[in-house]
């Protein structure tokens, strides 16, 4: 009995029995078409680096910074008085530097260039006058601010921020890998699977065709005959399930890499080396998963939200004083010197008081930021809670899946055998072909058994350096 033409041409096409020429792709080298390839991939690695980069935004209320302020005045309005002229021109450059300090002082400095000339008064000729106001001024607050507690707290909530947001896109890319690398070995265990349904379906062949002869022959019970041909539709039929399961596990494969269609080229890795190189490894818990660690900065996030709303809403007491030195000539030079020397300075000292009058109002934002806070903090510990739960039923399951490879191996030796002394026995006509091609199926059976828990292995393998937080 034939089996179908289509599904044979199907294992044609993806079948490694097929694929003589194929190259073999190993996981590291899909690894690199997945990370070159997939954009969601490389969006979350842009992202991440965005975010990042974006952590000092907040650093903005500390930097020093430069201002300039230059102006030209043209004013010919009617003056009160005939001796402030018909017309009078200013020219004015004002040139600063301000800085705030972590104690929350406010620095700064400044020069005020200013050049005035008067037309057409009655009292004084037209001339031009020079003015140099060089500034040192000094802003402490008291109160609200004080210690710089608002830049402080808006420091903290955008980095914590942006810090959660590069963890949740790092766990993102983190997870595309994890994918790809399930995917891999989910396939290549497919593959091999198929090539088991492939030989067993020719042994059932085998075995369908003796006992065919032998009902021929009128040695043996037709019921031999029956049960043969339905043991050969039940391997067909668990190699086209086999075969379909496959075919979504390529589209899959391809799709993680940018790639059309369920037809993968490549010979895949024996998953049998791999898992030789991991299997007497012990997974560790070395840091927290990125997921986790972006829950835990942005409760760091909000709970410094929370301070800055509470901060923003206290009343604002702010010592203010400043020192400027003069200088004034109808002579630029004279002007300029005059301002760097203590002949004519300005002395300004005062106090500025502002504040909120609306106490409920003050309150309520300070106690909704602040349940919003614990709230944050609540989710992030609940999430560690539950990754350690996750982590120790990985554990469980590594070590579960690890006595089952042993046993998976052990029962594959055990068929193996039992297959070899079955041959033997054949040759010295001691038993039937038909109990050889039996314990052949149990031998294939085993090897398929063996084939998942070593997938599953690698699987979990890979899931505890996702837990880690570890690029795969």
């Known amino acids: 009995m034939k089996y179908s033409t289509a599904l044979i041409l199907s294992f044609m096409m993806v079948s490694p029995s097929y694929a003589q020429n194929a190259k073999t792709l190993n996981l590291a080298e899909y690894l690199n078409q997945v990370k070159g390839q997939n954009e969601g991939y490389r969006a979350a690695l842009h992202n991440q680096k965005a975010e990042e980069l974006l952590e000092s935004e907040g650093r903005v209320d500390f930097t020093p910074s430069f201002t300039a302020d230059l102006s030209y005045t043209d004013d010919q309005k009617v003056p009160a008085s005939a001796v402030y002229g018909t017309k009078t021109l200013y020219g004015t450059g004002v040139l600063g530097l301000n800085t705030k300090l972590r104690t929350g002082t406010k620095l700064g400095f400044s020069h005020t260039t200013q050049y005035s000339e008067t037309y057409g008064s009655s009292f004084v000729a037209s001339s031009g006058t020079f003015n140099y106001t060089p500034t040192v001024s000094l802003t402490q607050p008291l109160w609200k601010d ?25 766990y993102a890319a983190q997870q595309i890998l994890y994918g790809a690398e399930a995917a891999y070995w989910q396939l290549a265990l497919l593959k091999q699977v198929t090539k088991f349904d492939q030989e067993s379906i020719e042994r059932t062949e085998k075995i369908l065709q003796w006992n065919q002869r032998r009902v021929a022959m009128n040695v043996a019970d037709r019921a031999d005959l029956l049960q043969s041909q339905a043991a050969l539709k039940q391997k067909q039929l668990q190699y086209q399930t086999d075969l379909e399961i496959m075919k979504q596990a390529a589209a899959q494969f391809n799709s993680l890499r940018n790639v059309r269609g369920d037809q993968v080229d490549e010979e895949l890795s024996l998953m049998v080396n791999e898992v030789e190189k991991v299997v007497q490894k012990e997974i560790k818990r070395i840091h927290q998963r990125a997921d986790v660690e972006a829950k835990i900065q942005a409760a760091l996030a909000q709970k410094a939200s929370a301070n800055l709303a509470s901060e923003s809403v206290k009343p604002q007491v ?129 090897r398929v058994i063996r084939l998942r828990v070593l997938n599953e292995i690698v699987t979990l393998h890979a899931q505890a350096r996702l837990y880690n937080g570890e690029s795969l």
Not at 346 to 371: C, F, H, R
């Open 146 to 170: 004080f210690n710089a507690n608002l830049s402080k707290a808006n420091e903290l909530a955008k980095k914590s921020s942006h810090k959660a947001n590069a963890h949740n896109y790092k």
């Open 318 to 446: 702010d010592l203010y004083g400043s020192v400027s030195f003069n200088g004034r000539n109808t002579d630029g030079s004279v002007a300029l010197n005059d301002s760097w020397s203590s002949k004519h300075p300005t002395y300004v000292a005062g106090l500025k008081i502002s504040i909120p009058l609306d106490v409920g109002l003050n309150s309520d934002l300070a106690q909704g930021a602040e349940s919003a806070a614990q709230a944050a903090e609540a989710t992030a510990w609940r999430s560690r809670f539950e990754l350690d739960q996750d982590w120790v039923n990985l554990q469980r399951k590594y070590k579960d899946a690890a006595s089952r490879l042993q046993l998976a191996t052990e029962l594959e030796k055990l068929q193996e055998e039992k297959l070899v002394h079955e041959r033997k026995r054949f040759n010295n006509g001691r038993t039937t072909s038909f109990q050889v091609l039996q314990f052949e199926d149990h031998y294939s059976e085993a």
